[in-house]
């Protein structure tokens, strides 16, 4: 029994506290460096920006330098860069819709641009902490198909259904969400004369009723190696986004198989909750794993927000490329009136979405 005041009582009360802490600061740089591409790519073209803030609802600081007001507000999940003449007509040489087209497309496109530089960032820190991974088979285990393909310890994995493979894990999420399909693997064998070989074969997955998931059989070596060169750091941190920006579309692939619902889907107080789970389990390894496993999370969001507002949806920054991108092709911008209709419709429907996802949310609380 936890009595207050109690040892397990503080510890609670402690890695609660460190767990809303994470959650501003993550949502707080993420979010930051998402409008701070805005601003910056605004900037640098000679657009105005009226206001550069981090938050939503009432200003809690404000000051403006310039024709820039910059504020912190009240929620912090949320930000903006409001930029002169973004959505309405604008008569002044410094307004967004008065600047060329790519001018344009650049400032829209640096939000997620910038999101996926902070995933890379923070993965070359992630790995030069913990070092890398690769798809070097241990074993093969009996009965599973890929002892029966020949597959042997020392044999990396490639390649699997045509997508390049860095790490096992990038196996254990296909073989996750692709459950049951077929799947064609590509391995690497050294030879005794040290001579390379590639070979391909075909496997069908097994289901094992007591991890309850779909195996081909593959043990894989679990050694962390050290990146030995910037090269392989730069590189290794590119493969860490990768896996993220693989995991939001193989998420979309089971929502499309029904293999996941929308009830599946998680916002802010999710994530925040998401949070909460890992300060909690990385607590009792030290402060250290503590912060490393945030970054993980947050190279995941970083990721997974850059991926979210790339796709061709009204209202969000991948929906307004859509048009900007019409407008290069056909020489001439699409009807502003009719844009902003087009915009309005998206983010009501969006608004709708996020406040279903935010009910789902605190039901699962409860």
């Not at 029966?148 to 390049?164: L, M, S």
């Not at 490393?292 to 009204?314: C, D, E, K, Q, R």
Request: aromatic share 10%; net charge negative.
């Amino acid at each position: 029994m936890k009595i207050a005041g109690s040892p397990c009582g503080m510890k609670g009360r402690v890695e609660r506290s460190m767990s809303l802490i994470a959650a501003v600061l993550i949502f707080g740089l993420i979010i930051l460096i998402h409008e701070f591409g805005h601003f910056l790519l605004a900037k640098r073209n000679g657009i105005g920006v009226l206001e550069f803030s981090l938050g939503m609802g009432p200003r809690l600081v404000s000051f403006r330098k310039g024709e820039t007001r910059y504020s912190i507000k009240l929620l912090p999940f949320g930000g903006s860069c409001m930029m002169l003449g973004e959505d309405e007509e604008e008569a002044a040489s410094n307004a967004f819709g008065n600047k060329s087209v790519w001018a344009r497309i650049s400032v829209v496109a640096a939000g997620p641009f910038f999101n996926f530089l902070l995933a890379w960032l923070l993965a070359m820190a992630l790995v030069g902490f913990t070092g890398y991974s690769e798809a070097l088979v241990a074993d093969t285990e009996e009965g599973y198909p890929a002892r029966e393909a020949g597959i042997q310890a020392g044999d990396v994995v490639t390649k699997i259904n045509g997508r390049a493979v860095h790490a096992y894990r990038d196996i254990n999420l296909y073989t996750l969400t692709h459950p049951g399909k077929a799947i064609e693997v590509t391995c690497e064998r050294i030879g005794e004369d040290g001579e390379k070989t590639s070979y391909t074969s075909l496997l069908e997955p097994v289901w094992d009723p007591e991890r309850g998931m779909y195996r081909i059989g593959v043990l894989f070596d679990g050694t962390y190696y050290s990146a030995k060169s910037p090269l392989t750091l730069m590189a290794q941190g590119i493969y860490e986004v990768e896996f993220c920006i693989r995991y939001v579309f193989d998420t979309f692939y089971m929502m499309f198989r029904g293999l996941v619902t929308i009830d599946d889907l998680s916002g802010p107080v999710g994530i925040v909750s998401a949070i909460d789970s890992t300060v909690e389990e990385a607590a009792p390894y030290g402060l250290a794993t503590v912060a490393l496993s945030l970054v993980s999370l947050s190279i995941l969001l970083s990721a997974n927000l850059g991926v979210m507002n790339l796709l061709p949806i009204p209202a969000l920054d991948g929906g307004r490329l859509v048009f900007l991108l019409l407008e290069a092709v056909r020489g001439k911008p699409i009807d502003r009136e009719k844009e902003g209709m087009v915009h309005l419709a998206g983010m009501m429907l969006l608004m709708a979405l996020m406040i279903f996802v935010l009910f789902n949310d605190v039901r699962k609380l409860f």
